[in-house]
């Protein structure tokens, strides 16, 4: 039996370990040169390991030293793109050089990226993801900026903007686009996690003490800047100001990485909670015959239910192809990944992306930054003749989604302007089918392959 | 001249030399291209389409938004590629490149 896992953050390492146990040697395959995923990046000084991440780096050490003793027992393979499916072969390029894996079963362990909102002047240098100024700050040991600003809909709002202050760099302000009311309507769902919730409001707490400027319920204008940005605008207590900073750390929640399953078989279903498509899974992950997917990549969890996730897609593809599981191990893995998605499910309500603002851009906005399509081009797509009713369409007529990234980062926000322009509903507007290369690779490659 | 970001941990010991647009930069083991530019200056790429400049936005592979040139005209994803002794990298196409 062969088995590949794709992506070596905390649900892949769990995946490789459960069948590690059961003899089988799983091929461990991660685009990052270090294991860890996004959550555990390896930190670059880990003299800084308990600085930066406070009461979590017990949990840093035990995925590392857990990896550390499950290297022998796996075929490991960092710094590998996994760019396209095709039956039961994945394909692969890493080292300059392509290859194509047969596979039984495959994990798709691939995480996600941060959901990001169009603003004026999201483009500008210096405006990076919240994801990316912790990935910078972990894996390279460096700040996105000297005074930088935190904003979005999202609880790393905090945690990232403390690591910040932690590492000594200062905090020009955290905007969080929700207002308080609604992470209080959905506090009893995010009971469900009494001790993430927690650390959340603990970050909060410790970011107030250190006189880290904090606002709720901010509506976010522009990021301002000519050549690269200076500040970032918004409106309290009616009217518009701005904050200065020469970085900006900006995200609305976390977008699965959900290209490879598409190409595999799965089908993507429409989730109303988190208004985007998702992999249509069972409770262990089972995608479609012999394709599990484990951690964000299937359905936000976080971390920990990314964990359990990856252990549960294992135990199934091990059930699977007959060996004998323990069945009481996943069905309390099974209660976790629930109890820690209910979770996410309330923090989706606590942090609401603020869909609405997007059918309120300007027109000069950019959408897709890529190819560099306003909104007001979108919208003209729309409202002709015959008009786009579908993203897959708006993509065609306008290129947007077409670029490099086929639409991580303006994907969403395309669907939900079509879907307000049309006063159609969003589940109708589809979402941007996946295509191999799910990254660019040098076509030289793909003809090796 | 002091660049967009900013190491926050123990010096590093600089013992990679490197160019960007024809500058001499130094730059750490362990650095990416992102990081020794990012270090150095604002910008790592011009948008194909008009020129605005572009410094990244993910930095973790995904955005495809830091893609440098080399002087030799191949091409590298900033965030993503170690930065190595000797590296000639260019925030556009080199001259004579189609457009």
Known sequence: MTVLIVGAGPAGIAAAGVLAQHGVRPVLLDENATPGGQVWRRLRDEAALDTLLGGEAAHYRRIHAQFAALRPDIEYRPGTLAWAIDGGTLHIAGDGRAEALRFTRLILATGATDRTLPLPGWTLPGVFTLGGAQALLKGQGCAIGRRVVFCGASPLLYIAALQYVRMGVTVAAVLDTTPLHRKLMAAPRLLADARTLWRGVQAMAALRRRGVPIRSGVRLRQFVGEQRVQGVAFDTGGQTVTIGCDAVATGFGLKPETQLAELAGATLRFDPASRQFLPAADADGRCADALYVAGDGGAIGGADAAEASGALAAYAALADTGVAVDARARAALRREVQRRRRFQRGLADAFAWPAHWIAALPDATLLCRCEAITAGELREAVRRDLGVREVNRGKALTRCGMGRCQGRFCGLAAAELIAAEASIPLAGVGHLRAQAPVKPIARGMVGAA | ?99
């Open chain 2, 1 to 99: 001249m002091a660049g967009t970001t900013v190491r926050v941990g123990p010096p590093v010991p600089q013992d990679i030399r490197c160019t960007i647009d024809g500058r001499a930069v130094t730059a750490a083991s362990g650095d990416t291209v992102l990081t020794a530019a990012l270090l150095h200056g604002h910008v790592l790429r011009h948008l194909e389409f008009g020129g605005a400049p572009r410094a990244g936005f993910c930095l973790m592979g995904a955005c495809q938004d830091c893609w440098m040139w080399t002087e030799s005209g191949a091409r590298l994803r900033a965030c993503t590629t170690p930065v190595a002794e000797g590296m000639r990298l260019l925030t556009a196409a080199p001259s004579g490149w189609p457009a």
